[in-house]
């Protein structure tokens, strides 16, 4: 049966754009990875809620309102797919595995709300075991109640760091230190942005997780460079230089996080045009202001089409939704624009607070300068064979993955697409909006021979 | 700087090849190449290294070719990845079986022995991870494969190293006879200004129709835009390139387990924005061929499905020779499935015909004349 409309991801942004849809009448799918609605803000958000209340408060109030939200959308009528992997879009047409059967599923509209990927943290030692994610240890803390051991170090940037410092304490757990790359020089140029981030509650949350740190013990080093972590066969220590001194610190867990960008692979996949930011220093996917894509028939919201958190995110895909509706003939441009409008006041005063945190977090030095490290971890390729090609005239992306290999393993590029194109930018010396990204070829990830060879289109 | 000699048109493999040749024979060339090096058909192939199972007329320029394969690092400093694994056709069929023998027996009258028909015996023993039932295959002991992008990459090394000037992201637009120039010539049109030579040789690939019909001489390609899929690593089993007469397939398993399965199904080619769509029938078509044959592949993972853009002519043979109207023109295009392993040895007959008027190898089956039209005559 054809739908009205296709929804990848049920996080914030596309629960927000199925509840809106189905208000409209439309018929709506909402496909997702996971086993419950919530996506990577609001991960098993229900079951935590409903069972552990002591876990919910500690993950914090806007982890309660993403129960809210997961109960709209449960009542709101879309027909709900968890467990269901999106590995190929056409047109009019999204190809899911669903256990181990691939099936499609046609549709009026496709809306993409797969939102955001942590930046590529291509350090030296970075695929020891024993270094994780800053988003990794996050599924952990929220699925399962893990807590990381006492001398782990978190290293980085990014209002994650400090997010997940917060939750681990809260759990009861220890830290050792948090070792932070922003250049002390940050944050004053963050503060000519503090007017407009007071009121929206970032910086209120910022303050609170800091001084909460400092109680428990925790050693801050800021302005650090030259993170590295060594080890024998998984990581034991993490060195880096923190006011003309290198330091290192005996660990057996470094966290690594340098903040989240679009994840691209599905937008890529689906051939929509992309423009380079540069203060965000990533792709973002082009998008009007409703999440329509440049390719017709697509569209795009929340961290996906551009990092602006989750409470924007949810506002943006009832925009989506609202003009879903208003493009399958369901309301008129008045109504939609009359729904919109709170809404989209909401995302201005949000989109404004955010200011401050894109500057004091912006993205530094996401070029590994040593040549032996591995950039490529699926092929093990090193960031001096991506310069060797370079200079053999590779010119792109697409040309460096052809030669190396790189970017052709299981993850197809997830992990290195954008350091690849930063390299390839820094060597030709031009803007990585000249120099793309690899092209994405269907499966997004992998998945079963069998499952394909066996499949029937419309088999959803 | 002066005109070039020649002036290639495409820097796909037989474009790169083309001018490494005309520049060993000591010629002045210029490459045209509208995006980048290799970024279709020649960079994205299977890579197969194959004398097996070629149409008669080609088979005298794939042994030659096969040759030149067994020293590929004397012509362009790179063994290109090449691995001679043999190359084997499967039987389905005890008619296959007799049309095996009928093909090795013709080809021994023309004075090949590269293929060779083997029993269900040693089939077994060189494809012990085969499903039963197959009665023998067909074989060519001294085929395998090679790194496509890493061989064009080196064509287009070497003949840099010799003088040969690439152009990329330089598309040609028009292509002219040049009055203004003794001796003709031509002019061809760039959106960066014009580029003018003696000679010109077509390499365009799916895109070479234009400039034929553009010369006066239309041909019946089709761009296609066969499909391949390559598997997660799994645990060694195959080690020769399988093919098999009951279905079209293309099997190889690399160095690192991965596994790559084609076989010339088609997606959807635009020449347009040089992008591919992937028909998900017809690959199902293939991976259960694949199955069927090996059933270790039931578990399989497929992490990628690709396609290139290739252009291909009714008779499954390319054009290679000169133009039927227009003087100075050459062209080589049409090789969609089958080029790769011609890549050493065509653009060398072109650098025959340009050099001496005449190739070393018999080029009149590929002659762009047998698709006129009988009104044009």
Known sequence: MKQDLVIVGAGPAGMGAAIEARRAGLSV????????????????????????TARADRLGPDYAHGAALVREFRDSGAEYLPGAMVWQIEAGKVWYLSGDRAASADAGQILMATGAIERPMTRKGWTLPGVMSAGGVQILLKSSGMIPGADTVLAGSGPLLYLIAGQILAAGGRLQAIVETVPSSRYLAAARHLPAALGTGYL??????????????????RGVSDLEVTGRDRAEALHFRHKGQAVTLTTSLVVLHEGVIPNQQITRLTECAHDWNPAQDCFEPRTDDWGNASVPGLMIAGDGAGIGGAWAAE?????????????????????????????????????????????????????????????CRCEEITAGQIREAVAIGGLGPNQVKSYLRCGMGPCQGR??????????????????????????????????LAAIANAEPGDG | MGSPDVVVIGG???????????????LQVELLEREAVGRHASGVNAGGVRQLGRHYSEVPLSVLAMQMWRSIGDLVDDDCGFQPSGQIKVAGTEAHMEANRARVARLQTMGFAHEEVIGADELRALLPALSDGHPGA????????????????????????????????????????????????????????????????????????????AMGEPVPIRAAAPMMTITAPMAPFVSPVVGFSGAPL????????????????????????????????RLAVNLRTAMDLFP??????????????????????????????????????????????????VGLLIADLIQQGRSRLNLADFAISRFRTQDET
């Open chain 1, 29 to 52: 799918l909402v496909l997702d990875e996971q086993s419950a609605p919530g996506g990577q803000i609001y991960r098993q958000v229900e079951r935590v809620t409903l069972t552990e």
């Open chain 1, 204 to 221: 209120s949350k910022g303050l609170a997780m800091l001084m909460g740190l400092r109680r428990k013990g925790v050693q801050i080093y």
């Open chain 1, 315 to 375: 506002a943006g895909g009832r925009l989506a939704g609202l003009e879903a509706a208003r493009a399958a003939g369901r309301i008129d441009t008045t109504t939609r624009d009359a729904q919109a409008a709170p809404l989209r006041a909401r995302l201005n005063a949000l989109i404004r607070g955010r200011g401050f945190l894109e500057v004091l977090y912006a993205p530094s030095a996401p070029v590994p300068k040593d040549d032996a490290t591995i950039v």
């Open chain 1, 415 to 448: 992990m290195c697409g954008p350091v690849v194109t930063a390299i390839i930018a820094e060597e030709r010396g031009v803007s990585p909006d000249a120099i793309g990204y690899f092209r994405i070829r269907p499966p997004l990830k992998p998945i079963p």
């Open chain 2, 12 to 26: 796909g493999l037989h474009g790169c090849a083309t001018a490494l040749h005309c520049a060993r024979a000591g």
């Open chain 2, 138 to 213: 067909l074989i060519s002991r001294q085929d395998g494969f090679a790194n496509p992008y890493r061989t064009t990459t080196a064509f287009r090394r070497k003949a840099q190293s010799l003088g040969v000037r690439i152009h990329e992201g330089r598309a040609a637009t028009a292509l002219t006879r040049d009055g203004a120039r003794e001796g003709g010539g031509f002019r061809i049109d760039t959106a960066q200004g014009p580029l003018r030579a003696a000679r010109v040789v077509n390499c365009a690939g799916a895109w070479a129709g234009t400039i034929c019909a």
């Open chain 2, 250 to 281: 293309s099997f190889k398993q690399f160095a690192n387990g991965t596994v790559m399965i084609g076989g010339g199904y088609s997606g959807e080619a635009d020449l347009d924005t040089g992008l591919t769509r992937l028909r998900h029938d």
């Open chain 2, 296 to 345: 270790v592949m039931a578990g399989a993972r497929i992490v990628r499905h690709w396609a290139g853009v290739e252009g291909e002519m009714p008779d499954a043979i390319p054009v290679i020779g000169p133009s039927s109207t227009t003087e100075g023109l050459f062209h080589a295009f049409g090789f969609s499935a089958h080029g790769f392993q011609l890549g050493p040895v």
